[in-house]
């Protein structure tokens, strides 16, 4: 009774964790492009400190009464154009996100479904190419888990930035910088290497 | 704006290959001489930047040189000529700035001959038909002195930047002479548009 059961299930598994390969890569990536954006917000924000540090008056600049203003207006205008871009990128996250979230609630779901024909020692049993149903559902939930944070964390910082606020900008990219976490990004690689066999088995 | 570099190419075989002549045959070849002086100037404000950027790192803040006095490094023994070398680099770009302007101010004379003609050729009140769409005549001499001071105060900031940038200890003022380089505070966003515009109008970019 349970083995048309587990098939299911292993087929949404394996689903589950090529889709989660996929967006791993798309994730990076989207990552990698946000970083010389959050570098150039910093970039800005410190011209716009240096600009107001400065008594435009006192220095050779006192030629072009219109200067600081014009510099400003430039200034904000790129940091706008930045924060939009990263705005951007935060939409791909986002869909990185709900590709996996929707994809791991679908396992959970059909698994919820059947837990009736599935006796412990189903879900629990493992072979030399197939972890059980079990690890395997935890390891989704976790990876899920972590795009989830990260995704939020990264929303909260870009939403509390504004293009008068210099400090909050200046500091942006060593916050944003700090909520990288190597060590839950390599366990989802360990996940993938350790769901291989599995995935690659009919 | 470098990628738009590529939309308009203006060769002598598809100036001749249109038919227009006379003043809007002037006019639509000044078009075409202000996009490319424009990617000319943002072509040498790139470069000056790098320059600029590279006369203020080499100088660096005065707390490091007086750490480098301090150890006499010889390391840092080759600074002044090195220096020396890129601002004459700067000094050579904003030269061809210069020149850049010069040929838009030539520019805006020979439209405002082609405005003199016409009011010769016509009444005052210029002609009774548009040369290409919608604009008369006196519009193209006033867009390009709209395009002309922008440049020609951008120029004299970048004339005050090369002055001072080799002269200035605070890091702050350094920050602003790059800053103000890179942004181009005179050449306001409106002048892409204004530029567009002219394009539009002469037939360079279709309707």
């Known amino acids: ?202 | 704006m470098e990628g738009e570099s590529g939309d308009i190419t203006v060769t002598s075989a598809n100036r001749k290959g249109s038919a227009v002549t006379g003043s809007a045959r002037k006019i639509k070849d000044n078009a075409a001489d202000w996009h490319n002086l424009m990617l000319r100037w943002e072509k040498l404000n790139e470069d000056g930047f790098k320059v600029a950027a590279n006369v203020v790192n080499i100088r660096g803040s005065p707390s490091d040189r007086q750490l480098a006095h301090e150890s006499s490094s010889p390391s840092l023994s080759s600074s002044p000529a090195e220096l020396q070398n890129e601002c004459r680099k700067l000094q050579d770009i904003v030269h061809k700035m210069v020149v850049v302007v010069m040929k838009m101010e030539r520019l805006l004379t020979s439209q405002r001959g082609i405005q003199d003609l016409e009011e010769f050729q016509f009444a005052p009140e210029g002609r009774k038909s548009p040369l290409f769409h919608t604009w008369n005549t006196k519009q193209f001499e006033e867009l390009s002195q709209v395009l002309l001071d922008a440049f020609s105060q951008e120029l004299k900031l970048k004339q005050t930047i090369l002055q001072e940038l080799a002269h200035t200890w605070t890091s702050d003022l350094c920050m602003v002479y790059l800053s103000c380089w890179l942004h181009q505070p005179f050449i306001p966003p409106e002048t892409r548009l204004t530029l567009e515009a002219l394009l539009l109008e002469t037939g360079h970019r279709p309707l």
């Open chain 1, 1 to 202: 009774m349970s083995k048309p059961v587990l098939t299911s299930l292993h087929q949404a598994l394996r689903k589950s964790f090529q889709c989660l390969e996929n967006n791993q890569k798309v994730w990076e990536n989207v990552l990698a492009e946000c970083s010389p954006l959050m570098v150039s917000l910093g970039n800005l924000a410190e011209q716009s400190t240096a600009l107001s540090n400065v008594q435009i008056s006192n220095t050779p600049l006192r030629a072009f009464p219109d200067l600081e203003e014009r510099l400003r207006f430039k200034l904000l205008q790129a940091t706008d154009t930045v924060l939009n871009k990263l705005s951007e990128k935060m939409s791909s996250l986002q869909s990185v996100r709900d590709a996996i979230s929707n994809q791991v609630s679908a396992v959970f779901q059909l698994y919820e479904q059947s837990t009736d024909s599935l006796d412990l020692l189903t879900v629990t049993e493992r072979s030399a190419i197939a972890p059980s149903v079990a690890d395997m559902l935890e390891w989704l939930q976790d990876a899920e888990r972590h795009y989830r944070q990260q995704f939020l964390r990264r929303k909260t910082l870009l939403q509390t930035l504004r293009a008068d606020n210099l400090s909050l900008l200046e500091s942006a990219p060593k916050r944003w910088k700090s909520l990288e976490s190597p060590s839950a990004e390599d366990n989802i690689t360990d996940t993938l290497c350790k769901v291989s066999f599995f995935m690659e088995s009919p």
